[in-house]
């Protein structure tokens, strides 16, 4: 695991950095800067506008009694595109600009859910269930 991100956090980097020198040498520095800043801002702003419409759904959902679970999961896939948009480099913009995309979106958060449910299976993944305590005797109960 530690191999995976210490590759993930060197080797990102490095090919961001590659592009942008690229694109700096083809459209020169000031429109580079130019492109990071405004994939920045636009990005941030459509995360803003994603992240919210999700909230307002995961509270319609709450409201009607049903668990916000799809809603949760958007929620956390719009938190990471935010996360790639706010990172300069064009690679991460694309990927980012990808997740907030409603249809990419679903195909990723298809994906995601296949790979955790693989996880659970073999075992990788474990879900314990917390029991609560009451009074000063600190004697648990079940839960509700």
Request: hydrophobic share 50%.
């Amino acid at each position: 695991m530690f191999l995976k991100l210490f590759l993930l956090f060197t080797t990102i980097p490095l090919i961001e950095f590659y592009f942008l020198l690229k694109l700096g040498q083809y459209i020169g520095l000031y429109p580079t800067l130019g492109v990071v800043a405004a994939t920045g801002l636009v990005g941030g702003l459509l995360a803003k506008h994603q992240g919210l419409a999700v909230f307002r759904q995961a509270v319609e959902e709450l409201r009607r009694g049903v668990l916000p679970a799809e809603s949760l999961l958007d929620g956390v896939i719009i938190l990471l595109a935010g996360a790639l948009l706010i990172t300069p480099g064009l690679l991460t913009d694309c990927l980012g600009t990808l997740l907030l995309i409603p249809w990419s979106r679903r195909v990723f958060k298809a994906w995601l859910k296949r790979k955790l449910q693989e996880k659970l299976s073999k075992g990788e993944i474990r879900i314990y269930k917390g029991f609560y305590f009451k009074g000063e005797d600190r004697g648990p109960y079940e839960s509700p």
